[in-house]
């Protein structure tokens, strides 16, 4: 499904849409509420691991080709690529953007059980979500992400150049979910979600942990279970609730080593009780 090419297309159109284009909607959409120097510090800490992640590209395409390679060695049956021979490139990118995001539900519905979320928790931990939030991801997530794509989709073989559309399609839109604004779709909120929607998911609210974790259709919560959109989101964001730090990106990087290690040893710190729930709680269970 992912090959070096349309990951290459799609990074290079996010690196020069995205980065600009997220930075000015931040300053230009904050709350005023939330301005001040522990924002601008999220902010920065959001940057620093767009350029960490940067600088690690060239490993995260060779696992790829490495998962691909591995998967293509399995033999397994593939849809034939004349299948999508006459299918017009709109219908061919709809359909990538309902695969892609099936997928992702239940990608992102298991990086919030128990020993993923250390590796997601990184980006749940920004305090002052916007567009820029979209960029705080652990290195190890697109690594994790990519091994669901090969095995998941690689069998439909659609052709690379609606599958890089289709990342861009979701790199922005991603982008523009987490924007700090209390827009909805109205009657269309369960096709194509917005920055309401998405800022549930980011609420410190034990309520909303491990809800609405579609990235583009909240449909399939609908339909798993996991919707949760009571009206306009004034909850505090971030992960501070669980113990997760907001913007020492050192204690990001090296936090889900250091949650499994106390997880193992039975020393983590975060485990259900009446007070609150950690986001690995029964909220995401499959």
């Given at each position: 499904?992912?090959?070096?090419?349309?990951?290459?297309?799609?990074?290079?159109?996010?690196?020069?849409?995205?980065?600009?284009?997220?930075?000015?909607?931040?300053?230009?959409?904050?709350?005023?509420?939330?301005?001040?120097?522990?924002?601008?510090?999220?902010?920065?800490?959001?940057?620093?691991?767009?350029?960490?992640?940067?600088?690690?590209?060239?490993?995260?395409?060779?696992?790829?080709?490495?998962?691909?390679?591995?998967?293509?060695?399995?033999?397994?049956?593939?849809?034939?690529?004349?299948?999508?021979?006459?299918?017009?490139?709109?219908?061919?990118?709809?359909?990538?953007?309902?695969?892609?995001?099936?997928?992702?539900?239940?990608?992102?519905?298991?990086?919030?059980?128990?020993?993923?979320?250390?590796?997601?928790?990184?980006?749940?931990?920004?305090?002052?979500?916007?567009?820029?939030?979209?960029?705080?991801?652990?290195?190890?997530?697109?690594?994790?992400?990519?091994?669901?794509?090969?095995?998941?989709?690689?069998?439909?073989?659609?052709?690379?150049?609606?599958?890089?559309?289709?990342?861009?399609?979701?790199?922005?839109?991603?982008?523009?979910?987490?924007?700090?604004?209390?827009w909805t779709h109205g009657p269309f909120e369960w096709l194509l979600?917005?920055?309401?929607?998405?800022?549930?998911?980011?609420?410190?609210?034990?309520?909303?942990?491990?809800?609405n974790l579609a990235n583009i259709i909240p449909l399939w919560d609908r339909l798993f279970g996991t919707y949760y959109?009571?009206?306009?989101?004034?909850?505090?964001?971030?992960?501070?609730?669980?113990?997760?730090?907001?913007?020492?990106?050192?204690?990001?990087?090296?936090?889900?080593?250091?949650?499994?290690?106390?997880?193992?040893?039975?020393?983590?710190?975060?485990?259900?009780?009446?007070?609150?729930?950690?986001?690995?709680?029964?909220?995401?269970?499959?």
């Amino acid at each position: 499904m992912l090959d070096a090419p349309a990951i290459n297309f799609a990074f290079v159109a996010v690196v020069l849409l995205n980065v600009a284009g997220a930075g000015y909607l931040y300053w230009r959409t904050r709350n005023p509420n939330e301005i001040g120097e522990e924002g601008v510090r999220n902010a920065i800490t959001s940057l620093l691991f767009f350029f960490v992640n940067a600088l690690i590209y060239p490993v995260f395409l060779l696992v790829n080709e490495q998962l691909r390679s591995w998967y293509d060695a399995l033999g397994i049956p593939a849809l034939p690529p004349e299948i999508w021979a006459d299918l017009p490139t709109p219908a061919l990118v709809l359909i990538g953007i309902v695969a892609v995001d099936f997928a992702d539900y239940w990608n992102h519905r298991l990086m919030h059980r128990k020993w993923l979320f250390p590796i997601h928790a990184i980006h749940h931990s920004d305090t002052h979500v916007n567009g820029l939030t979209t960029y705080r991801v652990h290195m190890l997530e697109p690594i994790v992400m990519a091994t669901s794509y090969v095995v998941l989709l690689t069998w439909l073989g659609m052709p690379q150049v609606e599958v890089a559309a289709v990342i861009l399609f979701a790199a922005l839109h991603n982008a523009y979910v987490h924007i700090n604004l209390g827009w909805t779709h109205g009657p269309f909120e369960w096709l194509l979600a917005s920055p309401q929607y998405h800022r549930w998911h980011h609420a410190d609210l034990p309520e909303a942990y491990g809800k609405n974790l579609a990235n583009i259709i909240p449909l399939w919560d609908r339909l798993f279970g996991t919707y949760y959109n009571p009206g306009p989101c004034h909850e505090p964001m971030g992960a501070r609730l669980t113990g997760v730090p907001d913007t020492n990106a050192l204690q990001l990087i090296i936090y889900p080593f250091a949650e499994w290690r106390r997880m193992i040893a039975g020393t983590q710190q975060s485990q259900p009780d009446a007070g609150t729930q950690p986001r690995t709680s029964p909220d995401a269970v499959l």
